[in-house]
């Protein structure tokens, strides 16, 4: 796919966060604030998100994405405090599609 002259390859989700060692949900989180492109496919009567991928928002990515190493010196207190904000927004989002479903 072109893009403005520039060639540009496309990536399911799935595939996105393999690459990138993130969790499905940090990836639609990603593409929920606009920081990734994405483009619409209709596939045998499903709709399919694809991530648009480019130079420029895959060095942003990877700036933004802590390594492992670097998480290790956290203290248990500071991961426990981590997750718990995970499973926070991981309800606030299951709310959200039940909400949408009803």
Known sequence: MKTNGVMMKKMSIKEYAVKH??????VM?????????????NENGREI????????TEK?????IIPFKARE??????ELNNLKNEISSLRDEIEILKKSLH
């Open 21 to 26: 060692k993130l969790s499905i949900f940090n």
């Open 49 to 56: 998100t694809y991530i648009l991928l480019d130079e420029i």
């Open 73 to 78: 010196s956290t203290t248990v207190i500071e």
């Open 29 to 41: 989180k990603m593409i929920k604030e606009n920081r990734l492109k994405t483009q619409i496919d």
């Open 60 to 64: 942003e990515v990877e700036n933004g």
